[in-house]
C-alpha cells in the first residue's frame, strides 16, 4: 500500500512539474557592443561608434549561457535571443544560434537611434509583449541578461525592461536554480549575498562569477547559418515612437571630454634578487615618505564643481525653468538591518550641496523596520526631512515594495532631484522607479552639480539642470548627462563622496508614511541575507590597501597578499585587501572588496597592485590613492603607467621580502594609527 502511495505522489509530482515547463520560453536580451579603443570623438564633442569594431557584449555572454542551463532541466523550453540595433549585430546572434538558441529576433529601426536606457527598456519590453511576453501571459517565460554592458555600464535596462512587462526581477544573480513554479536564486549585494524565491514569470541578470559561456559547436553553427534572424521594426511592436530615440529619452549627453592622467612617470625599480628589489623600494619609500599622507577623503574635483553654478550658456535664448511644481532633493537611506549604509552616508554630501544652490531641502526617505531611531543620524549627516517607512514586511531588501514606497512619495511631493548610492540595490532599484516616473536616470555619477542647459533645436535655455557627470567608454570618457523631466535622478559611485561631518546640533523633521502596497509587491521571498561584518567598508578609510588580479588567486588563494597585510596590522598600521573585477568574477574574493568601476572606489594613503594588469576599469577605482606601486611580471603591463613604483618580478618572490621588511618595522613610511 505504501509503495502505491509512493508511485502516486511521484507522477503527480511529476505531472506537476510537467505542467510547470509546458512550453517554456527562455528569453535572453543581448547587446552588441563597440570596442572602447576603436571609440572616436565626434566634432560636436560626442562619440561617434559609427565605425567602430563591435563584439557581443562580455556580460551578456553569462545570459546566454544561464539560458542554456535552464534547458538542461527543460528540454522542450524554446530558447530566444532578443536585441536592439542595426542590422550588423545578426553577427551576434548568430553566434548566439551556435551555441544552442532555437530563434532570433532583432529590433532594428532607425527611430530608435540616441535612445537612453529608459527609452531603450520600453522599446525592448514594447517587441517582448508583441512577441506575447508580459505578466498576463498564458505561457511561462524566464528572461535572462547580462549584468550591465561595458559602454554605458549603467545595469539599467534589465530593471526598466522589467518594469515595462510588469514583472519581478532579480540583478546581479551570481547562482540560478530552476524549480518550476519559481526560480531560487542567489544575488550579490554588498558585504554578501541574498537568496530570492523569484516566481516564473521573471527577469533575471547574471552577473559575470556565473557559469562561463561555452563555445558555438560546429553542429549549432551549420545550423546557425540556415537560421533567419528576424528583424523588426519599431512600427511592429506597436510602441509610442515619441518616447524612444534621441527626441523621446528623458536623458542625452551634453558632452564628453577625455579623462586626463595626472600622475607622474613610473619610477621603475631595478635589482637582481627579489632582496634587492625589496631592499631598493624601501630606499626609494625613505626618501618620500614625508609625503606618504596623502589621499583619504571624497572627490576633490567633485566638491569644489559643486561649490559654484556652472557656467552660463553662450547664447541669447529664452531661459525657461523647466521644473513647473518640482522642488526639493530626495534620497534614499539604504539599511542594512538597523545601520544605514555607508554609501548612503555619503550621497548626502552632494545632495546638501545641490539642496543650498537651489535653496530647498533635502528629505531622506527611511525604509526598514524599527528604524525611526536612525532618523536623528540622518538629520545629523546632513538631511532637512527625514520620512520613515516603517513595516516588519521592508526589514528585508525587496525592490518591487521600495519601487512602490518611493513612486508614491515622488508623485506626492514631486522632487526634482532624486539621488541613490550606486550600489547593487540602488542600481536596479532607482532605474525601476524612472521606468514608472517616467523619467531619466544616470549611473554610477562621480560629480554632481546645477547648470543650465542651451537647447539649440528648440532655441531655449533650461535650468536649473542637474548635470550628471559620470566615467564611460570603459572609464576613458568623462560624459555629462541632463535631463528635462523631473525628478532627474542619479546614482553615485561609493566611495567618490566623502561623508559629512556628523553634527548633533542640526534640527530637521521627522515624519511617518504610509504607501499602499499590493500583495504582488511582495511576490519575491527573501530566503536568505548573508553580510560580512562591515560589508567592506574599512577600504574606505584603510591607509594601506594591498589588491590581487586574478593570478594571486590562480598561484595561492590571495595568501601572500593577506600575509602582507597581517604583517601590517600587527604594526599597528590600518591595512586592507582588495581584488580586481577579474578575480572577483572568478570566485577568488568576495564582491565587496572588489576594486574599480563596478565595485568601490578608494584612497588609501598607498596602494599597492598585484598582479593587476591596470585594465581601465580597476583604474577607476584606485587612481586617486596617494602614492601606487605596482608588482607585475609583464614589464608591458598598462598598471606600471599609473604607478608611482613599479616592480617587474613574480610577486610570489617579491612579497615574501616586504614581508619580511614590515616584521622587521618597515611600514611604507607611515606611522601606526596614523
Known sequence: MAKKILVAVLRTSRAVQSKESMGLKIITIMKQVPLPTEMRMGADGLMDRTKAKSSINADCTFGLEQGLQIKKHVPDAELIVVSMGPTSFEQSLKKALAMGYDRAVLLSDRKLGGSDTFATGYAIASLLKKLGFSKDSKEPFIIFSGRQTTDGDTAHVPSQTAENLGI???TFVEKVEYKGDHLKVRRIIEGGYQVL??????LISIAPTATPARRPSLKGAIRARSTKTEIWSLDQTGADASVVGLSGSPTLVSKVVDIQKNRPAVNMISGHEPKDLADTLVAEIEKIKDSMGGAHGGHEESDQKNDAVAAKADVDFPRVDFRKDARGVLTWIEMHGDTPARSSLEILNPARKLADQLKTQVTAVITGHNIKGVAAEIIAYGADEVVVVDDPRLKEYRILPLAAVLTQWMEHKRPEIALFGA???????????????????TADCTSLRIGEYAHRMKKTIFYPVLESIRPTYGESKLATIIGFWCPQMATARSGTFKILPKDLSRKGTVREFTPTFRDSDFCVEVLETKREAGGGDNLFVADIIISGGRPAGDHDDFKLIKDLVQALQERGINADWGASRHAVDNGYAPYARQI?????????????AVAISGAIQHLAGMKESGKIIAINQDPQAAIFRHADFGIVRDYREVLPELIAKVKAGFTFGLAAGK
Not at 197 to 202: A, D, G, N, R
Open 596 to 608: 574599480g568601476q563596478t565595485g568601490k572606489t578608494v584612497r588609501p594613503k598607498l596602494y599597492i
Open 168 to 170: 519581478p526581477q532579480a
Open 197 to 202: 524565491k523569484v516566481p516564473i514569470p521573471c
Open 423 to 441: 550600489t547593487t540595490s540602488g542600481r536596479e532599484l532607482a532605474p525601476r522607479i524612472a521606468s514608472r516616473v517616467h523619467a531619466g536616470v
